[in-house]
């Protein structure tokens, strides 16, 4: 599974790496929606929400369906300001249709494709579809979804100050302590493109971002099939502290491909994906009750081929075959006893499995 991104014919400049206040004051609003996805931040979070307003958490709590799950395109820009006013100015400038449709993408759910609908405050059947979805999540989300229907003037000047009592409540304050990591980030991947290309400043971005063999598409390795076109335009790349583990890419059509990756926090390294292919394969390997029994029999010592089929009474070829399955997930150690090959389970790689899987998944 992975999204691509078509960048044929796109140049090296056409790839953006940039700083972007209010993509990063999205992270943090994300981070305070939900801190269990980053424990790096708990402390932080909590001592965030403790000192606001009342009014504002409740502000925040009606619109968090604009960063909660997923992140309305306009929230991560593709060609970011120098501060969060002028990144919010432009916001101002984008017409009802398309921030009304933007915003009910994000908030009523992952189908994009709702872009290509008439606008909802043109179109009934549109509407009623996404008042649909939005009352399936909910009176606060039925709610927010209404009144942006109604009066989208009324709810974007509304999110706008919300967004700008963040900045005086916590924003500008944390901003002065991540602003230099995420400058020192894009200095170093400017460096890398320089000297060595657009290949490797993308394998810096994280190990989940590559180029195909063709090197006209960027493949990030997400559980999703999706594909999007950067010809003409270009991709812009955001680096955030307060984003992972989280590989956040916005493609909605007509807007500009935005892919937002986590840099290391001090003190702490950005832990580096494990592939999705090889999290399938290991959770494959370990689906089939014989080669869950190999399984456990190896977690409590060495075994050869010869009394695995002895102890489970299965026949030496069949448990070899068995056994490459789970050594091919990475999930066996073998050594060699004169003549004898002795099996173990690699304890570490299962046991991280869990750890590796739920990262799969908010990635």
Request: aromatic share 4%.
């Amino acid at each position: 599974m992975s999204l691509t991104i078509d960048i044929t014919g796109v140049s090296p400049e056409q790839l953006l790496f940039a700083v972007s206040p209010l993509a990063e004051l999205t992270a943090m609003l994300h981070v305070l929606a939900e801190p269990a996805h980053h424990p790096a931040h708990r402390d932080w979070a909590a001592e965030t929400r403790a000192a606001l307003r009342p009014e504002l958490a409740e502000q925040l709590l009606e619109a968090e369906f604009l960063w909660r799950s997923s992140r309305a395109d306009f929230l991560l820009p593709g060609n970011p300001g120098a501060t969060l006013a002028d990144e919010l100015d432009e916001v101002d400038r984008l017409d009802d249709d398309a921030y009304v449709s933007t915003a009910l993408v994000a908030t009523c759910g992952s189908d994009r494709m709702l872009l290509g609908d008439p606008s909802p405050l043109r179109n009934s059947g549109t509407r009623e579809r996404i008042l649909d979805l939005a009352q399936a999540r909910g009176p606060r989300q039925a709610s927010f979804a209404d009144r942006l229907i109604a009066d989208p003037p009324m709810v974007r000047a509304r999110v706008r100050r919300m967004l700008e009592e963040c900045q005086a409540a916590f924003f500008t304050a944390t901003w002065r302590q991540v602003a230099p990591r995420l400058i020192a980030d894009l200095r170093l991947k400017a460096d890398l493109m320089a000297r060595r290309g657009v290949a490797d400043a993308l394998a810096s971005v994280s190990r989940a971002v590559d180029l195909d063999r063709s090197r006209q598409r960027i493949v990030v390795d997400k559980l999703q099939d999706n594909a999007t076109s950067a010809v003409g335009d270009g991709v812009t790349f955001l680096p955030t502290v307060f984003g992972a583990p989280h590989l956040i890419v916005v493609h909605a059509r007509g807007w500009r491909p935005v892919l937002q990756y986590p840099v290391a926090v001090t003190g702490r390294d950005v832990p580096e994906p494990v592939p999705m292919d090889l999290v399938r394969q290991r959770l494959e390997a370990l689906s089939h009750p014989v080669r869950l029994r190999l399984a456990r029999t190896l977690a409590r010592g060495s075994h050869t081929t010869g009394e695995l089929a002895s102890a489970w009474e299965l026949s030496a070829p069949e448990v070899s075959r068995h056994l490459a399955v789970l050594r091919r997930a990475g999930l066996l150690k073998m050594r060699r006893r004169g003549r004898y090959v002795h099996y173990d389970l690699d304890t570490s790689a299962t046991a991280a499995l869990g750890t590796d899987l739920m990262a799969a998944m908010l990635r």
